[in-house]
């Protein structure tokens, strides 16, 4: 059995179809069924349905073979235990720093809202600017419009969260996309099912283009 680590959502809905193709389809749906356990139309695979954050754990752990993460997340984390064999170029997207429209240039000392701590602070050092890092779980935008920050460090697709916000996108941390990773010991153990689940999602991915 290759269990695969997923979590609900964007992740979720991009990669059903990738999924899909490999003949992986689940049998319940985790939007309406409470299962976090869903077996799927193959026998020999099945999927555990957990939060973003948790794939990596789940992965480096070994309680799941595989798993589908956000680079953003995987970064985070500190991912250098696992294999990061296949990007898969769902759930794109930005880590950006973003402060209000009519702040000033991001200098000197400053205060970051974000919930990516280790890449903020590893990115304003490699600047030389001195920045105390304000920790939280969602909702970033916000910290700027009460006072709490300076500026914040997060995602960006649309840019419509920024806008609807009155901020705006500042500078370019790192382009994101969602990676495929592998347990290390589940790679020599269940080796066959394995990459032959990896050569179906790459062939996959090659006909995308
Ligand atoms: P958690 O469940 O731990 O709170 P989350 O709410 O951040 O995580 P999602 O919003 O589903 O979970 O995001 C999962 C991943 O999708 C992120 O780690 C990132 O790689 C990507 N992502 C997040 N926001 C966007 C977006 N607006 N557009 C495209 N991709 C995104
Ligand atoms: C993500 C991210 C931004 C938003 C950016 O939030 O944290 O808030 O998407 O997307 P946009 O540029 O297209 O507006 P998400 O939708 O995941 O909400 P959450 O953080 O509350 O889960």
Do not use: W
Request: with cysteine; net charge neutral; hydrophobic share 45%.
């Amino acid at each position: 059995m290759i269990t695969i680590a997923v979590s609900k959502g964007r992740i979720y809905e991009d990669a059903l179809p990738l999924l899909a193709e490999a003949g992986i389809t689940p049998i319940d749906d985790p939007l309406t069924c409470r299962k976090l356990i869903l077996r799927t139309t193959r026998d020999d695979v099945q999927l555990v349905i957990i939060r973003a954050t948790d794939v990596p754990t789940f992965v480096e752990y070994g309680a799941a073979d595989m798993g589908i993460a956000g680079k953003d997340i995987l970064l985070e984390h500190g991912a250098e235990s696992l294999y990061e064999p296949l990007d898969l170029n769902i759930a794109c997207c930005r880590l950006m720093t973003a402060a209000h429209k009519d702040a000033p240039p991001i200098a000197g000392r400053v205060r970051v809202a974000t919930k990516y701590v280790k890449i903020t602070q590893r990115y304003f050092a490699g600047l030389g600017i001195q920045a105390e890092i304000i920790k939280l779980y969602g909702s970033m935008e916000l910290a700027p419009l009460v006072g709490l920050s300076d500026c914040i460090v997060d995602l960006v697709d649309t840019g419509n969260t920024l806008k609807a916000n009155d901020l705006e996108p500042r500078d370019l941390i790192m382009n994101i996309s969602s990676r495929l990773v592998v347990n290390k010991a589940a790679m020599k153990m269940k080796h066959q099912a394995i990459q032959s689940l990896l050569d179906q999602f790459e062939k996959t991915l090659a006909k995308r283009g």
